[in-house]
């Protein structure tokens, strides 16, 4: 066995061989894999083998593309077969809200180069005459899309891998890993031990043994998937005894079930509620090949909803049940990237649909290690995405529901209710008594909307569809009222998010942000250090405050910080509170290793009261003695104020573009502050305020957010942040690159759109847009402006296409609409509000 590599690649499904054949294909040939037994005698060896295009996220969609590509082309370059069937795949409408699922991700996959089609009832017979049609009222199809052989496929990506230098060693178990002074790995196993540069956890159901080894709590945890192998069935041997093509892979999404043909017969696999985690502790030592017992009770109403669909399948006898574990996080995403915490560890783990996503994977890690980016945005999908709450508790119950919600309806606005509430800040209950709505940011509830207190949502209201997954809204609050519906169009909360955007226009407002992520950074070598990461000037005055951005090797925008001076070399940074993990794991891996700069996270010490509206300086100037005067306390700017009988360093900025500031406080005095504020406020009418108002009354402001308008994929200045961006002040991470690709020239601008002629759908992001019918750009973000009442998209276009007047089309759900660019910060965009 080798003793020394570049990297070294654990675990021998799909996804770590795709690993390693693509770390080879990048040129990193001195690679090696390690697998405890045989190739695929994980996960990968019991898989349907199905390579589902569809995904409504940004970044799978794209890995979901390249590997089907892949997969396509692998045989012809190794010479093995893969088993590629290319069958298509066929996904069924019984309802509206699912057919505007499909048109919103059709919009989607137009954006990323997928091939979608709609079907009639009638389409849909002609490709499937074993289908009946009663009750569809539509489909899509792929016709790229298939299934594949899985252990055919590894095999392959494993011929490859070795051609290109790669090495596997098998019957190898990974004993101990350990990182040693000089930043190498030290990989331990019953054959020896092996030094490298990198190493690679793709070890499916041994992901968090794996991960114990270095000290991570990997968010993975596999929960148990069944499906059903018929006996052969004469309808289909006779289909193929008169040589007709095999009917494609079948999807009734709103009854949750998948089916294709197998050996002559059917294979049914349904998603139902009640599938258990397994392998919580992980699988023992001497697994292999591994399945369960059977249940199929749990199945029961899938199967009758696939014998109405498809009576043959009800026809004849059951050859096989197979009940096997899949890996899963607790978004049903893999976590694809670098680990938190350590250098050169990589996770490709968490893979709940691993065949399709292998390809991609591997791809996009072998870009990342090789060339320090991944060539496409993968925030969706990164590690850091999940902070330490995510641990075993938490995972079984959001994994659980990640696995029986696969084939729900992914609203735009869904908020799911398992493992919540968990993370609370003191004035979650004033919150609520007030009437929030909540969502859920890394753990933390946050208020979305208010609901009046007499609004209850009648089952005439909801008008749930007749179908096996109907459920159409939030979850009951504690007195048992149900007040959200989900749509992908304007809802019932629409209007109530408008009194709260008016609201804090005409009066003053009161958010609760205390999931901001926020750390303080302070030491001699502060300033110096924080200069060097970020593209803008950091402020160098006491008290003074800066939007800076932290770019990407490639010049690209990884990450947003609000940056406030506090005194000398002493700096107190925020950031998205949905990205702490990651935001803080770029600060902490890019620490001088002289300790001339300390970083104390303080995420959780500190909260954030926004208090913003016309009367914002009224209310704040009777509970404290500080001069609020703009001349005093200009924009931009913050100081160590009293709020009563507490305290809070108020800081002049916010993200709705009023007058206002942000109090960041001593958490332990937030319910303190919240009364008093809103005891002063009383006679300026002060209303708590959620994230969908702020969401709002920021589209109005053209300000982006990561990973949508800011994002690798897009430059700096494609972004629009040229006055935030400043290549002469001194080297910082991106700078060379940056300056390199605006020298090369620019693929895209960002623009903000007035969309025409809108009635109840408003752009959400990632609809497609056009110029004579030609795609030109994504939507990024979208939504209504009430101060404008306009509705409103944020976009990347064509660079030729973004000055103002400039007349486009986008289609929503479907539909196509005119749009027009307009000037950045619609609303005030001389920032009079902010400035008064």
Known sequence: MKTHAR???????????????????????????????????????????????????????????????????????????????????????????????????????????????????DEVKEVWPLCETDGLIGAIQHPEDGYIQPADLTQALAKGARTMGATIQR????????????????????????????????????????????????????????FIVTEPHPLIQERH?????????????DSSWYMREEAGGLLLGPYEKGAPCCYVDGPAENAEYELFQEDLDRLAPHIETAIARVPAFGEVGVKKVYNGAIAYTPDGSPAIGPAWDLKNFWINEGHSFGITAAGGAGWQLAEWMVEGEPSIDMMGVDPRRFGPYASRGYLRRKNEEAYANVFTLHYPDEERPAARPLKRTPCYDRMKALGAVFGSVYGWERSNWFAPADLSLSEADLNMPDVLLRENHSPALDDGRIVEKYSFRRSNYFEHVGNECRHVHEKVGLLDMSAFAKAFVSGPGAEAWLDSLVANRIPKKTGRVGLCHMLSENGGVRAEFTIYKMGPQSYYLVSAGAFERHDHDYLWKNLPADGSVRLQPATALWGVLVLAGPHARDVLQKLTDTDLSTASFPWLSGQFISVGHAQAHAIRVNFVGELGWELHHPIEMQNTIFDLLMEAGAEFGIKPFGIRAMDSLRLEKSYRLIPRELSIEYSAYESGLDRFVHPNKGDFIGRDALVEWRARGFTWRFVTMEVHDITDADARGSEPIYKDGRLVGRATSGGYGWRLRKSLALAMVETDLGEIGSELEIKILGEMHRATVIEESPFDPQNERLRG
């Open 241 to 253: 005894a008169q040589d007709l093509p095999e009917m494609g892979v079948l999807r009734e999404s």
């Open 171 to 226: 019957n190898t178990s990974v004993t101990a890993i350990a990182q040693k002074p000089n930043g190498e790995w030290v990989v331990t196993t019953d054959k020896g031990e092996i030094t490298a540069e990198h190493v690679v956890s793709a070890t499916g159901n041994f992901a968090r043994q794996t991960g114990a080894m270095v000290g991570l709590d990997i968010p993975v945890i596999p929960v148990e998937h069944q």
């Open 7 to 121: 990297v070294v690649v654990i675990g021998g499904g799909v996804v770590g061989v795709s690993t390693l054949y693509h770390l080879a294909k990048k040129g990193w040939t001195d690679v090696v894999l390690i697998e405890r037994k045989e190739l695929t005698s994980g996960s990968t060896w019991h898989a349907a083998g199905l390579l589902p295009l569809f995904n409504l996220s940004y970044s799978v969609g794209q890995i979901h593309k390249y590997s089907v590509k892949l997969y396509g082309e692998l045989e012809a370059e190794t010479g093995q077969p893969v088993g590629f069937s290319r069958v298509s795949n066929i996904r069924l409408a019984r309802t509206k809200d699912r057919l505007d699922e499909y048109h919103y991700y059709a919009g989607v996959a137009e954006t990323i180069g997928v091939d979608v089609r709609f079907l009639t009832p």
